[in-house]
């Protein structure tokens, strides 16, 4: 069974920063095209950046261009989430999604492993 796991959320203020992290158990992250989403309480989730499983271009949405970066550490299994100068309207849940094709992928339908989610906070 496969375990995305989010880590790294919690309070911060508004200007401030936080990364996310992103690991899984019995995958290799690596080999999987890997999202960033998240959900604000009462809207639908949305894609906040996302990146093939090659090297290659990656997307952010236009709200958090130029204020979050993902990157990937293969060596650790990992794929973080640094978000920096961090807005009120950033407040959500945050999730780590791995899809198996090897494209770049917007949508959360294209997406098979999920994580249980990790809560921003961020106070003005």
């Known amino acids: 069974q496969v375990h995305v796991v989010e880590s790294g959320g919690g309070l911060v203020q508004a200007g401030g920063s936080l990364r996310l992290s992103c690991t899984a158990s019995?995958?290799?992250?690596?080999?999987?095209?890997i999202g960033w989403f998240r959900q604000a309480q009462g809207k639908e989730r949305e894609v906040v950046a996302c990146?093939?499983?090659?090297?290659?271009?990656?997307y952010y949405a236009s709200a958090i261009k130029d204020r979050f970066t993902i990157e990937r550490d293969n060596n650790k299994n990992t794929v973080t989430l640094q978000m920096n100068s961090l807005k009120p309207e950033d407040m959500a849940v945050y999730y780590c999604a791995a899809s198996d094709g090897p494209l770049l992928y917007k949508v959360p339908n294209r997406y098979i492993y999920w994580g249980q989610g990790t809560q921003v906070t961020v106070s003005s």
């Open positions: 019995t995958i290799t992250l690596e080999y999987y095209a």
């Open positions: 990146m093939p499983s090659a090297v290659g271009q990656t």
